[in-house]
């Protein structure tokens, strides 16, 4: 089986009502960033902050996986399919993928702020007091602004052994996610599909873009990827 490894970004949870990550004026649900998406605004306010992700959690469950989350899970029954993600959803989980990787944490699960690896899923509101056995409060598993991405090395790796690279949903701003591609080898084929896509520089592989949302993208990229077989 052909390796597919497929990027993905806000814009493949946007059309199953998700909020892109910001709006055009750069702030998250009226929020500055940095008031509800780093270590500075955790340590400042951190009810803001767990009251913040609260609301996402609670709306993320009243949400369905959409057409474009289907037809990648769909894919592997032809193809080895490893999904990439920087959303915090678990959309692409509910829609059938088997090997998802989240660069930027899962919205339902939550840790430990003195244990990084003590992480366990969360359904419902977190707040303060809501503590680990230890006594420590629990925080949302997101990675924060400020902070290192601890799966970036091996995204890097899965991206290194690609036959197929898929890019969906992203304005490839957010790094180091923005800079995976740059890993794949130069004869992989690259699909890039976002409504506004970034001009993507200086990448040698053959690049097909196509302005078009996820889900109208994925059907035109699952065609021509089951005519290659």
Not at 177 to 188: I, K, P, S, T
């Amino acid at each position: 089986m052909k390796k597919i490894v497929v990027l993905t970004g806000a814009g493949i949870s946007a059309e199953s009502g998700i909020k892109t990550f910001r709006d055009a004026d750069g702030l998250w649900e009226g929020h500055d960033i940095m008031e509800v998406a780093s270590p500075i605004g955790w340590n400042k306010n951190p009810t803001l902050v767990l009251d913040f992700y609260n609301k996402r959690r609670s709306q993320l469950l009243t949400v369905q996986a959409n057409k474009a989350h289907e037809i990648l899970a769909e894919l592997e029954k032809q193809f080895n399919i490893h999904i990439i993600t920087q959303n915090v959803d678990d959309l692409h989980e509910r829609a059938g993928s088997s090997s998802v990787l989240h660069l930027h944490g899962e919205l339902l699960k939550v840790r430990s702020v003195a244990n990084e690896k003590n992480i366990m899923h969360w359904k419902t509101d977190l707040n303060l007091g809501d503590c680990d056995e230890k006594g420590n409060q629990l925080r949302p598993h997101i990675v924060w602004f400020g902070e290192a991405v601890p799966l970036i090395e091996k995204a890097i790796e899965i991206v290194e052994t690609a036959d197929i690279l898929v890019i969906i949903g992203t304005s490839l701003q957010v790094y180091p996610a923005a800079g995976l591609m740059n890993y794949v080898n130069q004869n992989v084929p690259v699909y890039y599909i976002d409504p506004k896509p970034a001009t993507i520089y200086d990448l040698p592989n053959k690049l097909k873009v196509l302005p078009l949302s996820a889900v109208e993208g994925m059907k035109i990229v699952k065609d021509e990827l089951l005519n290659l077989k």
